[in-house]
């Protein structure tokens, strides 16, 4: 039986992901292994069906929303196949790509999975392991996530001040490309030889082209990482699946921290708690986090508790604030702790904050709390997005994850509130300010002031080039952010990036309406 088969309405929910972007498309297949994957890209080559692969559908910009075609849903290839040490003693868990999150987290941390078809080696190494000595540090603050989804998009998150975005955090690839063959690729070995690259098959043959004559920002790539002797596994983080489809990765652990401590501060202007940011930037310990809420946020989720029943467990807010921002720490032990609560408290006096109204989390417990807080915001703007969809279907999350240089940030922040205060518009702001990206969100309620957020988010576009930034820090392009990638890159080099993706995707079937922008010749 093919694995390709019609769409009907037993699929709906695989029309979008977590943006509400609602797609459509014309057949569906959801392979358990890499065969099937190959047999679901060979029908589409054969047949010109576009094909857009999906993992968890968490994703925020419209990425596994499919435009018409096959929909390649990963999330039965659910399976983490072993692990081994690496010659630099580091552990390497080898997963397939429609793994959550959380799964990787109870592998670690409580040695919960499935071992089944687990080679000797991997058996006998993952028998020294203790339970919770190791873990995958990538933090997109939705656990349920694939592993697959965040590799495709480098998803960034809460933990990505200390530890960087996914990238750096998986060591090799499997790729089905978009004429079914099968590439291998591991960090390190398999470069690109200045800008000329030849990516390696498992039948023998191999992909040759050259990459564009340009490098991606240096904050982090926007749709595709592109540098001289770039290693190639980096070719397919953040492609977003429009450069082939990964069947499997091996991701890179680290020794697990022993205390994980959490504090959130309040200020009385968003004045003071820019100044308590920049010093948590320079602080030691290296903060894992450093978030932000304006004003509006914080209102918005205080009042989501009187309809919201999970709500009403959330710690009560102090009576006079503007704004707050929360720092977790990842520790050795209780001996860093104390110390460091100390020196902290300094900054935060010298910064205009009261220790009187800061909430402090000195082990797992108690920092829970703190993250249910942190997560009550994301879920607010879910609430939100849904109730006024329902009155104007094409409205989706309006939000954005723009990033400049450090010297740059306040100016693009005080740029944020200004035009949102005079737009009228609802709206807040929270996100990774440790990274210089906070997600300014607009909630539309009709079209009309949908239309106004996008004008906005591409004016911020347009001044982020000018800074040197980024459109995009955290979700990827996908399609919803797609117009802002243009306005950073221009039409010039959108045509080079288009022309780079039909030396790998001659037919232009994968990924359809991700990342790049059809532009006049």
């Known amino acids: 039986m093919s694995i390709v088969q019609p769409y009907d309405d037993r699929f709906q929910s695989l029309l979008f992901d977590e943006s509400r972007t609602m797609g459509r498309a014309d057949f569906v297949a959801m392979p358990r292994c890499e065969e099937e994957i190959v047999e679901a890209v060979k029908f589409c080559d054969a047949n010109n069906v576009p094909l857009t692969a999906q993992?968890?559908?968490?994703?925020?910009?419209?990425?596994?929303?499919?435009?018409g075609g096959l929909i390649l849903n990963l999330s039965r290839m659910n399976r983490i196949l072993g692990i081994r040490r690496g010659a630099d003693g580091r552990y390497l868990l080898r997963a397939q790509p429609g793994v959550p999150l959380l799964a990787v987290r109870k592998a670690l941390s409580d040695k919960m999975v499935d071992v089944s078809g687990w080679s000797r080696e991997s058996l006998d190494t993952f028998a020294s392991v203790r339970a919770g000595e190791l873990f995958f540090s990538p933090d997109?603050?939705?656990?349920?996530?694939?592993?697959?989804?965040?590799?495709?998009?480098?998803?960034?998150?809460?933990?990505?001040f200390l530890y960087g975005a996914t990238r750096r955090h998986v060591h090799a690839l499997r790729v089905v490309?978009?004429?079914?063959?099968?590439?291998?690729?591991?960090?390190?070995?398999?470069?690109?030889?200045g800008r000329e690259f030849s990516i390696p098959c498992a039948d023998g043959t191999s992909?040759?082209?050259?990459?564009?004559?340009?490098?991606?920002?240096?904050?982090?790539?926007?749709?595709?990482?592109?540098?001289?002797?770039?290693?190639?596994?980096?070719?397919?983080?953040?492609?977003?699946?429009?450069?082939?489809?990964?069947?499997?990765?091996?991701?890179?652990?680290?020794p697990a921290p022993k205390l994980l401590a959490g504090v959130t501060a309040f200020f009385p202007s968003d004045e003071c708690a820019l100044s308590y940011v920049a010093a948590m930037k320079r602080f030691s310990p290296k903060p894992a986090s450093i978030e932000f809420f304006n004003r509006d946020a914080l209102a918005l989720v205080e009042a989501q508790k009187l309809e919201t029943p999970a709500f009403r467990q959330l710690q009560e807010l102090p009576e006079d604030y503007c704004s707050a921002a929360y720092v977790e720490f990842n520790l050795g032990g209780e001996e860093e702790l104390y110390p460091a609560l100390e020196q902290l408290s300094g900054a935060l006096a010298e910064a205009g904050g009261d220790p009187e109204n800061t909430w402090v989390a000195r082990d797992g417990l108690e920092l829970e709390k703190l993250l249910l807080f942190r997560h009550s915001v994301p879920e607010t703007i879910d609430i939100h997005v849904e109730r006024n969809k329902k009155n104007e279907p094409a409205i989706t999350i309006l939000s954005t994850d723009m990033a400049?240089?450090?010297?740059?940030?306040?100016?693009?922040?005080?740029?944020?509130?200004?035009?949102?205060?005079?737009s009228g518009l609802m709206s807040l702001i929270f996100g990774h300010i440790g990274e210089n990206h906070v997600h300014p969100n607009v909630l539309a309620r009709n079209l009309d002031e949908y239309e106004r957020g996008h004008a906005l988010f591409e004016k911020w576009a347009r001044a982020v080039r000018e800074m040197g930034g980024t459109i995009t820090a955290e979700h990827?392009?996908?399609?919803?952010?797609k117009p802002l990638l243009l306005i950073l890159y221009g039409e010039e080099r959108m045509r080079t990036l288009l022309d780079f993706k039909r030396a790998l995707d001659p037919e232009g079937i994968l990924g359809p309406g991700n990342v790049l922008t059809e532009v006049d010749r």
């Open 55 to 67: 993992g968890a559908r968490t994703g925020l910009a419209g990425g596994a929303s499919p435009e």
């Open 140 to 160: 997109p603050t939705e656990p349920t996530a694939s592993i697959g989804g965040m590799a495709s998009c480098n998803a960034c998150g809460a933990r990505s």
């Open 177 to 193: 490309l978009a004429d079914g063959r099968v590439a291998a690729l591991e960090r390190g070995r398999d470069r690109a030889a």
């Open 207 to 254: 992909l040759s082209g050259k990459l564009p004559d340009f490098d991606t920002p240096d904050i982090k790539d926007a749709g595709y990482f592109l540098r001289p002797d770039m290693d190639l596994v980096d070719l397919f983080i953040g492609s977003q699946g429009t450069l082939g489809i990964v069947s499997e990765l091996e991701l890179i652990l680290m």
């Open 404 to 422: 400049v240089p450090d010297a740059r940030f306040e100016e693009l922040f005080w740029l944020y509130e200004r035009d949102l205060a005079e």
């Open 476 to 481: 990827g392009a996908g399609k919803i952010k």
